[in-house]
Each structure stands twice: as structure tokens, then as C-alpha cells.
């Protein structure tokens, strides 16, 4: 059944963390895997999952930097993936088959924005495969695993970037139009929201549902290389954002600049810690153990908006649309040359 697009009556907010989300929770005998699990949003994912008790496996393209920075956690593997790499994701789910019986938790926070032009070895614009079409192959290839689990859930981290245009189908790798990176992300995370959408109306009757997450604005991560280079800069600015939590100075200005100027939005910006509770969320929570195929935000199901909507929240019509999620499905066969059939 579809779930529908509206916020239902979650305990947490935009300012709950990962602590506030995760308390409670149990996922002793659970295995979950995290791409991007070893920096910024997505290490704090895994943080969570392992000291719930879920095993987790953290697919790098450097195996040195993840486990330099996720190495000291219990209960951790890492495996090579390379997410533009067909070869690579194909020999990365055949080691986790051949080893691992079920999955229960797909959690696709890798992701690049804002990159430069560049291709795949057939010919994919560089954002469209890392964010969707990389995830895509990966579950599946990873579908009989999420099928043995029973019960099993599937997390495709998405952005407010959603918000500005949809996917164009007729010139989704930018060979005939001009490049624009910002269109390029914003395509990419709606092909996300869209693949959520469809893998959870194919899947639900193997018991696999789908969800398309936006952590939020979350300065401070690795996400951002591509607008700055220089890695003791990205430091300082993690440091400052989220050790020193200048987030909260900045969010609370923004609310009081709003207040003055009678608006009721602003932008607030999180920690670490809250953009990974509203993943965490979806991954786990209850509230959502007969619902998917829904876009959430702030630890609850986003509402939907027109598509002139100026608000900073809620998903757009082009990026939750039915016969839009179901054309992107055959996009996604046919730029990877992977049949998915469920």
C-alpha cells in the first residue's frame, strides 16, 4: 500500500540528534550497511548503528582512510566500492552474498555535489552515477540478501537540492545541453527520492521498504570538497560547526532575522548528530513499520508542496511522482545495463 505523503505524529523534531532518535533501540543480530560510513553524516550513522548492536559493513574506495577513521568501532567491516565502478559494485555484492545471509539495513549516504564534469566508464555524468545509478546496481545485486531478511529497509539520503528541478529524461548525462553542477546534483537527489518511491512499491511484498531521507543543512562534511578543497579548512570548519557548535549561533540568528522580518521559516542549520537522527529514523523507528516510499525530513514524513512553492521543506511534486518513479526505474536499467526485477 502507498504510504501518504504527510507527517504523522513522530516524537522528534529538526533539532532531535542521533542520541534523542537511537535511545531504546535494539539491532542486536542485525547487519547493516552504510556507504559514505566513515565520514561526516554517515559516520555518526554508523556510530549509532554499532552501539545499538547492528553489524556493519563500511564500503570505501580507500580502504586506509575509512579505516583510519571508523577503525577504533566494534563490529565494523570494510570492503572496497567504487560506486562509478560497475566491476567493483558487481564484486563487492558477490563477496557480501557469498559471505553474509541477510541484510537489513541498505543505508546509501556516498555521495558527491557539485562536481565537476566528468564520466563513467558508460558514459554517466559523474553525480548521476555516484548518487543514483551506483546505489541502484548495489541493491540490486544486494536484493536477495534485503529479501532474506524479512524484514528489511532501504535509506536513500536525498537534499533540499530536490526542490530545484526534477530529472530531465530526454538528457539525463548532459550530452547535448549545457553542464550546470547545481542541475546535475539537484537531478541526481531527485532520482534518489524517486528510486526510494518505486523500490518500496515493487518490494514491500518481500517485506523491503524504501525511504528517501534529507538530513538537513549540515555544514562541515566531506560533502562539500568539491566547493573547497583545502582539507585543513574543511577541519577547521567541522571542528567549529560541530565541536563548537557554531550551528547554533548561525540557526539562531536566522530565526531571530526571520522573527523580525514576520517570516515563519529559516534555515536551520544542524550538527553531525542531528543531519544522521532523521536517517536514523527511517532506518529504525517504528512508526514506520508498515509505511514507506515517502520522502522524510526533520525525523518525520515531509509534506508534499506545489512545485511554485517557495518554503524551504516539504517534496516536490516531480520528485515523488508515480509514472516519474516508475520511467526512472527503466532509466536506471538502462544506463547500468542491470535488470532489476523483483
Known amino acids: 500500500m502507498k ?20 535511545r531504546g533501540t535494539n539491532l542486536k543480530g542485525m547487519t547493516a550497511i552504510v556507504t559514505g560510513g566513515y565520514s561526516g553524516i554517515g559516520l555518526k550513522v554508523t556510530e549509532s548503528l554499532v552501539r545499538s548492536g547492528a553489524h556493519v559493513i563500511i564500503p570505501a574506495r580507500n580502504l586506509k582512510n575509512a579505516q583510519n577513521a571508523a577503525g577504533h568501532l566494534p563490529n565494523v ?4 566500492l567504487v560506486l562509478m565502478d560497475t566491476l567493483s559494485i558487481d564484486a563487492f555484492a558477490t563477496d557480501f552474498l557469498n559471505t553474509h545471509h541477510q541484510l537489513d539495513l541498505l543505508i546509501a549516504c556516498a555521495g558527491i555535489m557539485f562536481a565537476p564534469l566528468k564520466r563513467d566508464n558508460r558514459g554517466n555524468e559523474a553525480q548521476l552515477s ?11 545485486k544486494l536484493y536477495p540478501a534485503l529479501k532474506a531478511a524479512g ?3 532501504v535509506i536513500m539520503v536525498t537534499s533540499r537540492a530536490q526542490s530545484w528541478n526534477g530529472v530531465d529524461f530526454n538528457d539525463p548525462n ?4 549545457e553542464y550546470d553542477p547545481r542541475v546535475a546534483y539537484a537531478q541526481s537527489k531527485v532520482a534518489d527520492i524517486l528510486f526510494a518511491v518505486e523500490l518500496d512499491k515493487r518490494a514491500q511484498h518481500d517485506g523491503i521498504r524504501a525511504f528517501a531521507v534529507h538530513p538537513g543543512l549540515v ?5 562539500g570538497r568539491f566547493i573547497n578543497s583545502n582539507a585543513y579548512l574543511q577541519n577547521a570548519m567541522r571542528f567549529l560547526m560541530n565541536d563548537l557548535k557554531a550551528t547554533r549561533l548561525i540557526s539562531t540568528r536566522n530565526a531571530l532575522k526571520a522573527y523580525l ?8 542549520f544542524k550538527t ?12 529504525t523507528s517504528t512508526l514506520l513499520r508498515d509505511k514507506g516510499g515517502v520522502f522524510v525530513e526533520d525525523s518525520n514524513i515531509g509534506k508534499e508542496v506545489g512545485g511554485d512553492s517557495t518554503s524551504k521543506f516539504g517534496v516536490r511534486p516531480w520528485s515523488i511522482d508515480a509514472q516519474l518513479a516508475e520511467r526512472l526505474w527503466s532509466l536506471g536499467e538502462k544506463l547500468t545495463g542491470v535488470k532489476f526485477d523483483i
Open 272 to 283: 553531525v548528530s542531528q543531519g544522521a537522527a532523521p536517517i536514523l529514523w527511517s532506518a
Open 261 to 268: 522580518h514576520g517570516e515563519q521559516e529559516y534555515d536551520y
Open 219 to 223: 555544514p562541515g562534511t566531506g560533502l
Open 3 to 22: 504510504t501518504p505523503q504527510q507527517p504523522i505524529n513522530s516524537p522528534f523534531t529538526m533539532k532531535s540528534t542521533s542520541t534523542q532518535v537511537m
Open 77 to 80: 567491516e570494510f570492503a572496497v
Open 130 to 140: 555516484t548518487n543514483y545509478l551506483g546505489h541502484f546496481q548495489l541493491a540490486a
Open 174 to 177: 548532459f550530452s547535448t545541453r
Open 151 to 153: 524484514k528489511s529497509r
